[in-house]
Nanobody
């Protein structure tokens, strides 16, 4: 069982930066993929970025060049560095840990990010 706790959300002005953290209670090294998702009001949850155990990253087109995902296995923490934020980045951001075999899928409780224009 892995518990995920997000932090670092808050209010930020457009063009500013924010760093989200996802602290895991267990080892994230065994997880195949760690990811950040977001859900804006009235919209479906969408993938923002993810990172494999091997370090391969993947980003939504809307955040490429602005956001960076990275992990610190020693600290069991995954981060999302958000730069040049836009109003449309406003959402609740969720951390996810996924393992294919055996199947595990864990979610954090979410952290609110609000970008003021």
């Amino acid at each position: 069982q892995v518990q995920l706790v997000e932090s670092g959300g808050g209010l930020v002005q457009a063009g500013g930066s924010l760093r989200l953290s996802c602290a895991a209670s267990g080892s994230i090294f065994s997880m195949d993929v760690m990811g950040w998702y977001r859900q804006a009001p009235g919209k479906q949850r969408e993938l923002v970025a993810d990172i494999t155990r091997g370090g391969t990253t993947n980003y939504a087109d809307s955040v490429k060049g602005r956001f960076t995902i990275f992990r610190d296995n020693a600290k069991n923490t995954v981060y999302l560095q958000m730069n040049s934020v836009k109003f449309e980045d406003t959402a609740v951001y969720y951390c996810n840990a996924h393992k294919y075999v055996p199947y595990y899928d864990y979610w954090g409780q979410g952290t609110q990010v609000t970008v003021s224009s």
